[in-house]
């Protein structure tokens, strides 16, 4: 039998990181590092939690320019 990923939602993923105490400064900060250090697993990270393309390169962008 074929086991079948379940994908984590970004309202999920979310949750997570704001049941650590993560705001959304500190949410953009994750992703500022995640760009910073690993950029195409930044974008597999993405497209894995379903956003669309257009969702994915505002985050990606927004990143790119906290990160200067």
């Known amino acids: 039998m074929e ?3 379940r994908k ?3 309202e999920e993923w ?3 990181f704001r049941a650590l105490g993560l705001d ?3 949410m953009g900060h ?3 590092l995640f760009e910073r250090e690993n950029p ?3 974008q597999s990270f993405l497209e894995w939690l379903g956003l669309p393309e257009e ?4 985050v990606r962008a ?3 320019e906290a990160k200067k």
């Open 3 to 5: 086991k079948k990923e």
């Open 8 to 10: 984590v939602t970004v």
């Open 14 to 16: 979310t949750s997570r």
């Open 24 to 26: 959304d400064e500190m």
């Open 30 to 32: 994750w992703h500022t």
């Open 40 to 42: 195409s697993g930044h």
């Open 55 to 58: 969702r994915i390169a505002q």
């Open 62 to 64: 927004k990143s790119t």
